[in-house]
């Protein structure tokens, strides 16, 4: 279990392992940054749910450390979180702080989390196929060199899905079924719209 400060954003995504560039800007995410500095650097990123000023949020997210941090005169911040775990909310704590703070509880990694051969090499070919449509440029050779948590894990967290396909994603009992999902929804937001351009919602 963990007390956690949280930043709910809308479609951003952290895996363990993964880096995340922000930006912050607004006063209560600036006074977050602030307070994880002076103690253990630890953010949690999840998504909203719902709507307004304070939202409902998903269950799960991923804790983040914040590896870099350059602070801007003007008291903004830019930094990068390295995803470190996942998290399950128990509940949402009474705070006075500006931004929320959750009790969670920390989920172990799956053990051995690797990609059926054939897993990897449809994943590979789907997204050689949806870079395409989507005119992206993409070192693939690079690409080819990537470990599977790496290969899964990047592409779940940067490719332009929906909030509700990025959480799906971030729930995915291991790398397999984040896979198989990956290249399912590749498929469907990367069909034609009728008038030979690729769509996303």
């Known amino acids: 279990m963990a007390r956690l400060s949280i930043f709910p954003l809308a479609g951003a995504i952290l895996f363990p392992g993964m880096p995340l560039p922000l930006h912050i800007f607004e006063p209560r995410y600036r006074a977050l940054v602030s307070d994880a500095m002076a103690r253990d650097r630890r953010i949690g990123m999840i998504q909203p749910s719902g709507e307004g000023d304070k939202p409902s949020l998903y269950a799960t997210g991923c804790v983040g450390r914040i590896a870099e941090v350059e602070a801007m005169e003007d008291g903004r911040y830019n930094l990068v979180l390295e995803g470190v775990s996942l998290f399950r909310i128990v509940r949402e704590l009474e705070v006075t702080t500006p931004f929320r703070q959750v009790e969670a509880e920390l989920l172990p990694l799956p053990e051995d989390d690797l990609l059926s051969l054939g897993r990897r090499a449809s994943l590979e070919e789907e997204s050689r196929r949806f870079a395409d449509l989507q005119g992206y440029a993409v070192d693939w050779d690079a690409v080819a060199r990537l470990d599977d948590e790496s290969l899964v894990n990047g592409i779940a ?11 799906a994603l971030l729930e995915a009992a291991d790398l397999e079924q984040r896979a198989e999902l990956i290249i399912q929804l590749m498929q469907f937001f990367g069909r034609h719209d009728g008038e030979d351009r690729v769509t996303l919602q």
């Open 157 to 167: 967290q940067i490719a332009p899905f929906d909030v509700a396909a990025k959480q």
